[in-house]
């Protein structure tokens, strides 16, 4: 029977990599005692220190050289010249740190949405298919707003979204005060509460580069449903443009509606009879009365395309 003789032999050596970590030869193959490792050469121009004997005994100190006298007090004589160290490798600066955000959806920003950059007088027509907007469409009940911008959000070449006030004052459930039981204090204060809510809707859509198209019933006579709460809520870059058909047209539409978006014939007209007030206010005017939900799509971006080239002052 053999023995194993010897120290065990080392990790495999793989080409191209040094011995195994962990592995030292001196611990496996045990040889005479080694000294100090040996002074590097001194640098030319540089006296050489003589070299001390070790001491017999740990912590007495080197032995004294036969006629050499005591030894000079620490600090008593000018200490030998040493070379300056080397300097410390350049370290990178560390990376700035990720700035906060929501996943990958940045929030919008905290300015209102600016109003669109006027193309020079050479450049060609602006492209509304093609380019970012938040657009406010504004018309009596019946009108066809939500139909229109539904349409016109589906078949842009661009993400666009549709934002429906009526829509967002609904999310209300319990307690949902209903302009047509009576304008009050708690109808204003949700319709309030609502258009906050569009408004910071569309300028997160912007944020992310989503077009978006809001309707609402916006009077012309009454601050506090009017034009001003939409620019500070979302900005004057806000494109506002008006659907103003007849009111047979409107009255038709209106009685094909149900629950609590139809309204009385009534109603009906002593609204639309208050949106005429947009004629001489400056903002484009769409009479849709002889045209389909595609044709006033197609004229809605006819009359983008001039609002973008020419803001209108509201």
């Known amino acids: 029977m053999q023995h194993p003789v010897g120290s065990p032999l080392p990790p495999p050596h793989q080409p191209g990599h040094g011995p195994a ?3 030292s030869p001196a611990a496996h193959h045990p040889g005479p005692p080694q000294g100090p490792a040996p002074l590097p050469p001194p640098a030319p121009g ?7 004997a070790p001491s017999p005994h740990p912590g007495s100190g080197p032995a004294p050289h036969p006629g050499s006298g005591p030894a000079p007090h620490p600090g008593s004589g000018p200490a030998p010249h040493r070379p300056a160290p080397a300097p410390a490798p350049h370290q990178p600066a560390p990376a700035a740190p990720a700035p906060d955000t929501t996943g990958h959806v940045p929030l919008p ?9 006027v193309p020079p007088a050479t450049a060609a027509a602006p492209d509304p298919t093609t380019t970012t907007l938040a657009v406010l469409l504004i018309g009596p009940a019946g009108a066809g707003k939500t139909s229109v911008a539904k349409y016109w959000a589906d078949h842009r070449r661009v993400p666009t979204a549709h934002i429906s006030l009526d829509d967002v004052r609904e999310w209300v459930r319990s307690g949902f005060a ?16 609502a258009r906050r809510t569009c408004g910071f809707s569309a300028r997160n859509f912007l ?18 449903v009017g034009l001003g709460g939409w620019k500070r809520h979302v900005g004057p870059g ?18 094909e509606r149900s629950g609590n978006r139809r309204l009385t014939d009534e109603e009906v007209a002593r609204i639309h009879g208050r949106m005429a007030g947009w004629y001489g206010s400056g903002l484009p005017i769409i009479d849709n009365s002889q045209l389909d939900i595609p044709e006033t799509a ?10 973008i080239a020419s803001p209108p002052n509201w």
């Open 46 to 52: 540089y006296p050489v220190a003589p070299r001390q």
């Open 109 to 117: 920003p905290g300015g209102p949405v600016a109003v669109p950059s």
């Open 21 to 23: 970590p962990g592995w």
């Open 298 to 307: 197609h004229l809605l971006d006819e009359v983008l395309s001039r609002s």
């Open 238 to 255: 806000l494109l506002p443009v008006v659907l103003l058909p007849g009111l047979d047209i409107v009255l038709e539409r209106n009685a």
């Open 207 to 224: 944020a992310n580069g989503i077009s978006c198209i809001l309707d609402d019933a916006v009077f012309p006579d009454r601050p506090v």
């Open 178 to 193: 209903d302009p047509q039981t009576g304008w009050n204090e708690h109808s204003e204060a949700q319709y309030r509460l």
